[in-house]
């Protein structure tokens, strides 16, 4: 216990040097020098920031909607008892002497722009800050709140290569529970993503795109790796979860990458902005943690999507929203314009008992055009 005490001791010594509690709203002056960044109403960047958004079905049980808590539902819960406003907020009980109980979300950003981000929080020595953002952030903290609500706020600036951040809350060592409510990650909004069918290319080429995961055949992964398939994988997250090393190992080839299909495969143009953002944005967590890659592509489920899935989208650091132009799914042979497979094309196809015969029509098809598979992500930048 001494050990944690001094820690918590140094931390609070060294954090004093930079910034007393901020019992505040102001975020103070943005840094001397730095740049205003893109011009653009100013929106919340962050995902289910009240707590108030239910988890998609087939996600990770106990899961907070929107991000992620290293000691899961053990430690993190989102309650109904005494919330800042609305009905909900995060409890967060550290488990052991060892933990802080951290909760943190990943939020897209632009480069060379000024965010505010701030959280109502009570409990003692809670902290609000953010990392990834290209120069050196001192966090928000509070020794206490003294058993109410107050809010901690933090201004940053993104530098140069700064697309993302990784916005967290957290407690401190053997410091108790603590609630954390209406997160705020002030700043432009970004630029919509762009929808696409197929790809604008020059280049002889074609995109072999799969989609799901239930069904993963020996047949199919044997086929892949015989023909060298730059595949395209757009699996959900709890398929992928499943069988990890199957989705490695058929996206091996060059070119190839795994990509968001969303959480649970629902028709997003049914859902409002903040939950389309939690489908997508929970996706993209799931498998970057996963495969150690964020996806900049998205897929969405039945090709169903509207403004506002571009849009939340672009809040999750995806680019492009894309459908396809060609079926050869389940045995079909489809092409959505006339004639044969032009450069460019996006064939959609989906991880089932046919898909070794799929891709052998697929690919025939391609033969037939004169054109070859090529690696989707390779062209879209």
Request: with cysteine; hydrophobic share 40%; net charge negative.
């Amino acid at each position: 216990m001494s050990t944690r005490l001094s820690a918590l001791a140094a931390s609070v010594a060294l954090l004093t040097a930079f910034a007393a509690p901020a019992a505040s709203a102001d975020p103070g002056p943005a840094p001397a020098g730095a740049p205003s960044g893109p011009s653009g109403p100013t929106v919340n960047l962050a995902t289910n920031p009240g707590f108030e958004l239910p988890a998609p079905d087939l996600s990770d049980w106990g899961a907070v909607p929107g991000w992620s808590c290293t000691g899961g539902p053990a430690e993190a819960a989102v309650t109904a008892t005494a919330a800042h406003s609305g009905t909900s907020a995060l409890t967060v009980t550290p488990a052991n002497a060892d933990s802080t109980g951290e909760c943190a979300q990943t939020v897209a950003v632009q480069p060379n722009t000024t965010y505010t981000a701030s959280a109502w929080v009570r409990g003692d020595f809670v902290y609000l800050g953010a990392t990834g953002t290209g120069r050196d952030v001192a966090p928000a903290w509070t020794e206490t709140t003294g058993g109410g609500w107050q809010q901690l706020t933090t201004r940053f600036t993104t530098g140069p290569n700064a697309h993302s951040v990784r916005l967290y809350v957290h407690g401190w060592y053997q410091q108790g529970p603590f609630s954390v409510d209406d997160v705020r990650v002030d700043g432009p909004a970004p630029a919509p993503a762009v929808a696409a069918g197929s790809v604008p290319t020059n280049d002889k080429v074609v995109f072999f795109t799969v989609d799901d995961g239930w069904q993963r055949t020996p047949e199919a992964e044997k086929f892949i790796a015989d023909h060298r398939l730059p595949i395209t994988a757009f699996p959900l997250p709890m398929p992928a979860g499943t069988d990890p090393d199957f989705f490695r190992r058929v996206t091996a080839v060059p070119g190839s990458s795994i990509q968001d299909h969303s959480v649970s495969h629902s028709d997003l143009s049914k859902l409002p902005l903040e939950q389309q953002q939690i489908e997508i944005c929970d996706a993209r967590d799931a498998l970057t943690r996963q495969f150690g890659t964020a996806p900049t592509v998205f897929r969405p489920p039945y090709f169903a999507w509207n403004a506002d899935t571009l849009q939340a989208a672009a809040g999750c650091g995806i680019r492009t929203v894309l459908t396809a132009d060609a079926d050869f799914s389940w045995g079909a042979s489809n092409i959505w314009h006339p004639g044969l497979l032009q450069p460019g094309d996006v064939v959609l196809m989906h991880w089932t008992d046919t898909l070794a015969d799929d891709l052998q029509r697929a690919l025939a098809a391609a033969d037939a055009a004169g054109l070859k598979p090529a690696g989707l992500v390779d062209h879209l930048r």
